[in-house]
């Protein structure tokens, strides 16, 4: 008996080749998922009638079942991590528009959404110019997308026009401004007290001369060699060092106000080189972008010479700018990247010695807690570990974002990196993606939390 040509609706994998081959059997099922939305979204007595479904072992109650689609968050577990899971549920509803404004009233939100808008501007101008999409109106569509996405690189360089300010305050409230203003005014009371120790042994020194002059028979009072030379050596020595203890104490006491920490000393001096570095490079940054967008406004333009010489001029001056600012923004995400692993790793270590006590003191108070404790300490631990992989999901953003900020600047002017190694830049899709992903992640950190 041939083999007729129908669709059951709940078939997979190889049985779904041989109800749905119908008369040629050379004819493959290619995507079994077209048959399961099929099967949830036509009712199956319908399909093949009731009696088929009693005939194939099928009871109405598990086809019912089959017809109500999964929750949104009941595949989460299977497909992400529990702490991607567990930071998802600690933000706000991702369909409210009320928590969309207030992120979007911040400047860093403001300045992230308007770059997805840039590179999704940027992404479809690519799409458009490329060898499936080559037509004339595609091309037009492509330059429209091109000039927004400029446009927008634009503006995000006025949101961002006195940024260096809050990198110089970092740096005040670390404590460098006060301990170099320490070091200049130790440097001009070292050289007054040098100054008048120098004019009172040349005043001894007239005097001693006269002796001698008056005296031809005595020899001269000559002091010795040595002693000067292992006396200013002992004094830089102790100079030195109690300088190098004024800046640990000095740069540590200010970090631990800025930033609190229980840790030990090693892991606050590694946050504190890396937090320092990574201020600088953002401080140069900020101030190249700041400078680039001056001078692409005309603000700096030298407006005495020809107009040919001072649009060369503000061109050259753009070109350094940006490639200034790139360089320095890749030296920040390089030590940000290395801080943000280690912030990473740090975690891990501290989670397991934490999960190891937590099991050794559940096995010493087993049986020992009363139903009403059991339950309180339970909750509480619970509450701890939600909070602990929302913990680790905001240093996974920050190692995330990291990472692509590192792969998308080592594409900008100034880096080029991929070019030199490679001899080609790095392909458009994967550069606006991880852009796209960048800036994602930024609006996953700063977006509002549930409980605000």
């Not at 109650?61 to 991607?84: G, K, M, R």
């Not at 392909?427 to 950190?445: D, F, K, N, Q, Y």
Request: glycine residues 8%; charged residues 25%.
């Amino acid at each position: 008996m041939p083999p007729q040509q129908q669709n059951t609706g709940i078939c997979t994998g190889r049985e779904c080749k041989n109800i749905t081959r119908g008369a040629n059997d050379e004819e493959e099922c290619d995507d079994d998922e077209d048959h399961f939305e099929d099967s949830y979204s036509v009712p199956l007595e319908e399909m093949i009638g009731e009696e088929a479904t009693r005939g194939i072992g099928v009871s109405r109650q598990h086809t019912n079942s089959l017809y109500e689609a999964p929750p949104a968050w009941s595949l989460a577990p299977s497909i992400f991590p529990s702490f991607v899971q567990s930071g998802l549920e600690g933000k706000a509803s991702f369909t409210e528009l009320k928590y969309w404004i207030a992120l979007s009233l911040t400047l860093d939100g403001r300045d992230k959404i308007t770059k997805v808008l840039q590179y999704a501007s940027r992404l479809m101008a690519w799409w458009l110019v490329s060898s499936v999409h080559s037509s004339r109106i595609s091309r037009a569509h492509a330059r429209r997308f091109t000039s927004l996405y400029k446009s927008l690189g634009s503006s995000r360089k006025a949101f961002r026009l006195g940024r260096s300010i809050n990198e110089i305050h970092k740096i005040s409230s670390m404590g460098l401004f006060g301990l170099f203003y320490w070091h200049l005014k130790q440097q001009y009371l070292e050289d007054n007290r040098k100054s008048i120790v120098g004019h009172d042994k040349g005043g001894l020194r007239e005097e001693n001369a006269k002796e001698n002059d008056s005296s031809p028979g005595k020899p001269p009072c000559v002091n010795s060699f040595l002693e000067p030379s292992r006396s200013l050596r002992a004094k830089f020595d102790a100079n030195l060092v109690g300088f190098t203890r004024r800046i640990q104490s000095l740069l540590l006491s200010s970090f631990v106000a800025v930033f609190p920490s229980n840790e030990d000393t090693s892991v606050v001096w590694w946050k504190l080189i890396g937090s320092l570095l990574k201020t600088l490079g953002m401080l140069g940054y900020w101030l190249g972008d700041n400078a680039n967008f001056l001078t692409s406004s005309g603000a700096l333009d030298d407006y005495s010479l020809s107009d040919k010489s001072r649009l060369e001029r503000r061109k050259n001056w753009l070109e350094t700018t940006a490639k200034k600012a790139n360089q320095f923004y890749f030296f920040a995400t390089i030590v940000g990247l290395a801080t943000n692993h280690y912030s990473y790793y740090r975690f891990g270590l501290k989670s397991a010695m934490l999960g190891r006590r937590g099991g050794q003191s559940e096995e010493g108070c087993s049986g020992k807690l009363e139903p009403g404790e059991d339950n309180d300490r339970v909750k509480h631990s619970e509450w701890t570990k939600q909070k602990e992989e929302e913990k680790q999901f905001s240093l996974f953003l920050a190692v995330l974002k990291s990472w692509m900020d590192v792969i998308v600047f080592s594409n900008n002017p100034g880096i080029d990196l991929h070019k030199k190694l490679r001899g080609r830049k790095n392909h458009e899709v994967i550069h606006c993606l991880c852009g796209l992903i960048s800036a994602g992640t930024s609006l996953l950190s700063n977006f509002p939390d549930a409980n605000k």
